[in-house]
């Protein structure tokens, strides 16, 4: 993994999160927010914890955001905030700028200034809630965009004891399988809560039997998904 600076603007409970699975993959972490109770609560997760009006062009200067891999602006509240922020972060020389939006909009108004990278945490998590009630044996589902998911599914009856090149997918529904995580026993744990857990098999061949309880990691557009877990 290659590290990169990044900076997250407006530090929520959406941003809170964010921040610290950046700082834990090992990016190189700006947390700025104009509260200073939240930026003291998050400093021991992040590189650098700052104070600071996002609307202020010189402030953000000022913490070398021209020299950030990526800026993204994490409020939800206050969209002139956001909609001045995006036009300073512009100006201030950064290429690769996200926004949040919590309507269509807002979605628009940021496209129309140039933002094209734009997300909606709130729709992403209930689409994919959705998903997860309205398809038998469906886990979990990640929206990587508004037309294609990475979706786990307990396997089908149907493939149980059927290779991969078997079940053939790929030419069938037009989805591919990722990796396949497959329950089992650690005899070596004493605590019987820790006993059972699952192995990821890596990316796995033609000739992988699928198992009874096999969760299948899967990638395909939504539309060929829904063919598939509909069946």
Do not use: W
């Amino acid at each position: 993994m290659q590290r990169k600076k990044i900076a997250v603007i407006g530090i929520g409970s959406f941003g809170k999160l964010f921040v610290r699975y950046l700082f834990e993959d090992g990016h190189e972490v700006i947390a700025i927010d104009k509260d200073p109770v939240i930026i003291d609560s998050i400093k021991e997760h992040v590189t650098v914890a700052v104070t600071l009006d996002a609307t202020d062009e010189h402030a953000l200067r000022s913490q070398g955001i021209g020299d950030v891999d990526y800026a993204v602006i994490a409020l939800a509240d206050d969209f002139e905030t956001s909609i001045i922020c995006a036009d300073s972060l512009k100006k201030s020389g950064v290429k690769q700028i996200y926004a949040r939006y919590q309507t269509e909009l807002q979605k628009r108004v940021l496209e129309l200034l140039g933002i094209r990278d734009l997300f909606n945490p709130e729709e992403k998590a209930a689409r994919s809630m959705a998903e997860i009630f309205s398809f038998v044996g469906m886990r979990s589902s990640f929206l990587l965009s508004d037309e294609y998911s990475v979706v786990e599914v307990t396997v089908p009856k149907r493939y149980i004891n059927k290779t991969i090149a078997e079940a053939d997918l790929r030419h069938k529904y037009n989805i591919n399988v990722i990796t396949i995580k497959r329950p089992f026993t650690d005899k070596e744990t004493k605590r019987a809560s820790d006993s059972k857990t699952e192995k990821i098999l890596g990316i796995p061949h033609g000739s992988t039997v699928l198992r009874e309880e096999d969760i299948v990691v899967l990638f395909g557009s939504q539309s060929d998904l829904s063919k598939f877990l509909e069946t």
